[in-house]
């Protein structure tokens, strides 16, 4: 817990407080430990990793943390039922305003904002396709076409209409369905880290299923060191490590999600604008500034072309790493400032 209880019931000088600040106050952050905390959530495996002064506050902020990320959970996911998520894809074609909450109004906002930079290649209403390909790939059957075209007639962002003095939202479009899905992660994640700064704890990690948020870096360290993995392979890593801080980080790709159809890969990751999973077997990974923007580019990177993604990386300063598969052999593309990010060595601290 914090030391300032050591001044409460003194009166001090000018000078014995500037002494103070010396002495005392690097003593609190060298007694600082390294804690960590994992627990199922999304489906995956959520880890947080923070520096503090007490083992019972940091489990405190580990459970406040875990509350934040279920609750968010309940509002932005489309397997619940009752989420406000699907209660208001629910409404969808009913000409009707929702008032929404705010968390679920901000989630929607900055996917307009995505939907709008990323010139359509990410897109939240692709959510009745996306579906169609959940159920491809548990039944591994290429789904049809006439199936595909319909479920198309609901995706396009500009059937969504943004109330934001009084914060509701309409869905025009019958049979609507949002996915969250390619930016809720790293959203969440944000929300996670914004929540630990507001704590003061500035030396924190937080990994949401492989989408990372990262605060200041640990002590005596330059960042947090972070593995990349080899395209199309689940378990070899790069040589190279990456090391960040204040900073986002995640890779994407078909590694583990994908449909297989007359030898081409269909990944998870659908292009709205054809309804069929992407087929290029890129794998991307991106640097940004916040997580959210970070989860929303990597799936924008494995859609557009090589052209708009350096226009758009650079209007967002965002880096990137995109490794793809040419003639069976791996070429990577990556813009100009990503290199400052790699390890000139392992390091002994990974995470």
Avoid at 23 to 52: E, H, N, V, W
Avoid at 79 to 107: H, K, M, R
Avoid at 297 to 324: D, W
Wanted: proline share 4%.
């Amino acid at each position: 817990m914090p030391l300032i209880y050591v001044v409460k019931n003194k009166r001090f000088t000018n000078k014995w407080n500037w002494l103070l600040s010396i002495f005392i106050f690097p003593a609190i952050c060298i007694s600082q430990q390294r804690y960590k905390f994992t627990q199922p959530k999304m489906g995956s495996y959520l880890t947080i990793i923070f520096y503090d002064n007490d083992s019972i506050h940091a489990k405190w902020i580990s459970d406040k943390c875990f509350s934040i990320v279920d609750s968010l959970n309940q509002i932005y996911s489309d397997y619940i039922p009752n989420s406000e998520l699907n209660q208001l894809c629910n409404t969808a074609g009913s000409a009707q305003w929702v008032t929404v909450s705010p968390a679920l109004f901000d989630l929607i906002r900055q996917s307009a904002r995505a939907w709008k930079i990323s010139e359509g290649s990410f897109d939240i209403t692709v959510g009745p396709v996306v579906r169609l390909w959940r159920r491809a790939r548990k039944e591994n059957k290429f789904p049809d076409k006439d199936a595909v075209n319909k479920a198309m007639q609901s995706v396009g962002f500009q059937y969504v209409l943004i109330d934001s003095i009084n914060k509701k939202i309409q869905l025009t479009k019958t049979g609507m369905q949002l996915d969250a899905g390619g930016i809720g992660q790293g959203y969440i994640g944000q929300k996670i880290l914004d929540y630990l700064f507001e704590q003061k704890i500035r030396i924190a990690l937080v990994d949401v299923s492989g989408d990372i948020v990262t605060g200041d870096p640990p002590p005596g360290k330059k960042g947090w060191t972070v593995a990349v993995n080899v395209p199309e392979s689940e378990n070899e890593l790069l040589d190279n490590k990456a090391i960040v801080h204040n900073q986002s980080i995640i890779t994407s790709g078909d590694v583990y999600q994908y449909l297989l159809y007359n030898g081409k890969k269909y990944s998870h990751i659908v292009d709205p604008k054809t309804g069929y999973g992407v087929t290029n077997q890129r794998n991307v990974t991106v640097i940004a500034t916040d997580g959210t923007t970070t989860d929303w580019f990597t799936k924008a990177c494995t859609i557009l072309s090589f052209k708009k993604i350096k226009r758009i990386a650079k209007k967002i300063n965002a880096q990137y790493l995109i490794g793809t598969m040419k003639s069976g052999k791996i070429k990577f593309y990556q813009s100009k400032g990503f290199s400052q990010y790699w390890a000139p060595k392992p390091d002994a601290d990974a995470r």
